[in-house]
């Protein structure tokens, strides 16, 4: 599976759009994209995943570059219960293997 | 029902103690996972089980033996911890066993051990 890298850690103010990007450079055809999000002490939670167009639901957009080398999860109003650990994970023919994530933290 | 349950959510055990960690999901997945977590890391993968067999076993020591008993139940049986083993300890399932396409796995809440 693809390896991702994805920045330490992140501010965003409450009310405005929260912009996390990961980086998947070594990403394959066949391999998706998810995002998880992991609040304190809590089971990941899946937020989206896609392939290669862009995705919306009622938590989040995904916006997948067009060679696929990097992905950038949006939540359109930030709220404080937003606050938590963003992992972004490539899967492919194996399985979810979590890496480092973002911890975003929105401020009041 | 999209819950994946695991009980207890806490456990402390001694160094010589047997017990075991139950997950329990409604959903009809046919792949059932248990992961590790370090505090401040992210969740490490242990095992896959799809159909009910064990697909995958990510170098997990012997004192942690996981079960399937049927398709809804993993069990994850734990025997002569040692204090690292601590940790929070997820289950996860999702419809289909590795190669599946674009589907999502759910997790419980964890079961967070702490060996004494």
């Known amino acids: 599976d693809a390896k991702t890298t994805q920045p330490t850690s992140m501010d965003c103010a409450e009310g405005r759009a929260a912009n996390l990007p990961c980086n998947h450079s070594?990403?394959?055809?066949?391999?998706?994209v998810y995002w998880y999000r992991q609040i304190h002490s809590q089971g990941p939670q899946y937020i989206i995943h896609?392939?290669?167009n862009n995705e919306t639901n009622e938590m989040a957009s995904l916006i997948i570059t067009e060679d696929r080398k990097s992905s950038t999860l949006i939540l359109p109003h930030a709220t404080l219960r937003d606050t938590a650990v963003y992992y972004c994970i490539v899967k492919g023919a194996n399985n979810l293997f979590f890496g480092t994530g973002t911890r975003l933290t929105v401020i009041p | 029902d999209t819950e994946v349950t695991q009980t207890p959510k806490h456990l402390v055990m001694g160094m010589t103690n047997k017990k075991s960690l139950k997950c329990e999901q409604h959903m009809g997945h046919r792949a059932m996972y248990w992961y590790k977590q370090k505090a401040k890391k992210p969740p490490e993968l242990m095992f896959v089980?799809?159909?009910?067999?064990?697909?995958i076993n990510e170098s997990v020591p012997s004192r942690f033996s996981p079960e399937c008993p049927n398709s809804s139940l993993l069990n994850l049986h734990l025997h002569a911890l040692q204090p690292e083993d601590s940790a929070l300890y997820l289950c996860a399932s999702s419809q289909y066993p590795q190669g599946g396409w674009g589907t999502e796995a759910f997790f419980g809440q964890g079961t967070r051990l702490t060996v004494v």
């Open positions: 089980y799809s159909y009910e067999k064990l697909s």
């Open positions: 070594t990403i394959s055809g066949n391999e998706y």
């Open positions: 896609g392939l290669k």
